[in-house]
């Protein structure tokens, strides 16, 4: 029995950490875009369906397999911050589309913006913004915006 509660705590926890929202339209994320690409390239690049991946409900397309591949090991590394939503509009407590040219990444962490004139707001403070979307995340999971 004491075993019991931490094994469904984990599956609690194991499956709201599958179940977050991705910013996608027709249920691709990112709008096609390469989420390797952003680090590999330092540039959106435009993937090819014949090098998707379902992940957190969302096909995620890829410039070729080798990006794919990588993806597949280890999506956490590659997706974008706060599911693909802006960062920016996150910060202000509510879920924004993306524009996949509007992109920093920091620390190893892609973060997507509404537009490019919004990624220069953002950019005026991004690590104050950072911190507020991280507090504000959590809450917004499972808003519907």
């Known amino acids: 029995m004491k075993y019991l509660i931490p094994a469904v705590l984990w599956l609690a926890l194991a499956s709201h950490a599958q179940s977050q929202p991705i910013f996608s339209l027709n249920g691709v994320a990112i709008r096609g875009y390469d989420p390797v690409a952003y680090f590999t390239e330092n540039q959106p690049v435009e993937g090819r369906p014949e090098f998707s991946f379902l992940w957190q409900g969302a096909e995620w397309r890829f410039k070729d397999q080798a990006n794919r591949d990588l ?3 280890n999506p956490e590394k590659y997706a974008p911050q ?3 939503f802006c ?3 996150v910060s202000e407590n509510h879920k ?3 524009d996949p040219y509007a992109f920093t990444v920091i620390d190893e962490k892609l ?3 509404y537009s490019p004139k919004v990624k220069q707001l953002w950019s ?4 104050m913004h ?7 995340w ?5 808003r519907k915006d």
Do not use: C
């Open 111 to 113: 973060y997507l913006n």
């Open 130 to 136: 950072i911190q507020r979307a991280e507090t504000n």
């Open 71 to 73: 993806f597949r090991e």
């Open 82 to 84: 706060f599911g693909g």
């Open 87 to 89: 960062a920016y509009g």
């Open 124 to 127: 005026k403070d991004r690590e």
């Open 96 to 98: 924004s589309p993306t």
């Open 138 to 142: 959590p809450i917004l999971l499972n």
